[in-house]
């Protein structure tokens, strides 16, 4: 069963940092382009950045590049998305997902806030 986990979410204050991880099972995880979304109270999901099979190439949404990294090991299954000087606009559920599988994990909440 092909299944991706989120992890990592929480509260912390503006200019903070937090590391998302998301673990991958049921699936060649190495073979499989990977990406983090985020959906925040009203507005639609959107794409917050993508990494290639070997973590060689990534891209980022426009609001997040300088502060977020996006990586994978593959010998864990496992992609993160290092986030730093959160800002609140970055306040949402972010999602892994793997797009050739159609596959979303459940969410992690991040909230920014003083």
């Known amino acids: 069963q092909v299944q991706l986990m989120e992890s990592g979410g929480g509260l912390v204050q503006p200019g903070g940092s937090l590391r998302l991880s998301c673990a991958a099972s049921?699936?060649?995880?190495?073979?499989?382009?990977m990406s983090w979304y985020r959906q925040a109270p009203g507005k639609e999901r959107e794409l917050v950045a993508a990494?290639?099979?070997?973590?060689?190439?990534?891209n980022f949404a426009d609001s997040v590049k300088g502060r977020f990294t996006i990586s994978r090991d593959n010998t864990k299954n496992t992609m993160y998305l290092q986030m730093n000087s959160l800002k609140p606009e970055d306040t949402a559920v972010y999602y892994c997902?793997?797009?050739?599988?159609?596959?979303w994990g459940q969410g992690t909440q991040v909230t920014v806030s003083s």
């Open positions: 990494i290639t099979r070997g973590g060689i190439s990534t």
């Open positions: 997902y793997a797009p050739q599988l159609s596959t």
């Open positions: 049921g699936f060649t995880f190495s073979s499989a382009v």
